[in-house]
């Protein structure tokens, strides 16, 4: 059986979770925290999560991940199209990452462990996740998925992208993104409302006390 290195409050890892509860895959989940256990650099050799075990090994990286269970479990997929429709969602999904993930968890210091930020960088997050807004504004035209009538690995990416980007933007700047975008904060109550996405959203919650006692064990 598939085995899911992590834990709940890592977006990634539920991106990951997210498909393979959309596609009915069978996995065991082992509770990992990144940079605790040297050992398991052997799994993940960056030492992140999540991570899978399958039966030809181990395999890191998320976008990575979300490929492979796409083409190794083809039920319900979530790649569908031709190859300029796959080049789409693969263009939406770098945005994610690089306009609304990645900037926002500069802030997290300051969000999760009470450790000030800069004016500089709060500065610099907030022009990042502008343009990726202008850019969201461009490409997604809810209806009422970001790709038409059937969710696709861009919703599932988005969605936990944007729950990151929230929670920081929120805290620090007391403003919701999804206001910038017309039709997103739909589209983001539509995809909350899934079954999936509340067991996730639930696991997080849960596991949120036992995340900060690490990240403060870290520190």
């Given at each position: ?190 995809m909350a409302s899934a079954e999936i996405s509340q067991q996730l959203d639930k696991a997080m919650q849960d596991g949120m006390a036992a ?9």
């Amino acid at each position: 059986m598939l085995k899911l290195y992590g834990f709940a409050v890592s977006n990634y890892f539920n991106m990951v979770k997210h498909v393979l509860l959309h596609k009915g895959v069978e996995f065991e989940e082992v509770l990992t925290f990144p940079g605790m256990d040297p050992a398991y650099n052997a799994k993940s050799p960056m030492g992140k999560v999540p991570c899978i075990e399958t039966e030809h090994g181990f395999l890191a990286e998320t976008s990575v991940i979300l490929n492979y269970i796409e083409a190794a479990y083809p039920a319900r997929p979530l790649l569908a199209g031709d190859d300029w429709q796959r080049a789409k969602m693969a263009e939406l999904m770098k945005i994610a990452e690089l306009y609304f993930e990645l900037p926002a968890r500069r802030l997290f210091p300051e969000v999760l462990a009470g450790k000030p930020v800069s004016a500089e960088i709060k500065a610099e997050v907030r022009e990042t996740i502008t343009k990726g807004c202008q850019a969201l504004t461009q490409l997604v035209k809810p209806a009422p998925y970001v790709f038409g009538e059937a969710m696709t690995m861009a919703d599932v990416v988005l969605r936990y992208s944007l729950l990151t980007c929230k929670l920081a933007t929120q805290a620090i700047y007391q403003w919701d993104v999804r206001e910038e975008v017309p039709g997103l904060r739909e589209w983001d109550d539509m995809m909350a409302s899934a079954e999936i996405s509340q067991q996730l959203d639930k696991a997080m919650q849960d596991g949120m006390a036992a995340f900060l006692a690490a990240v403060k064990a870290k520190a």
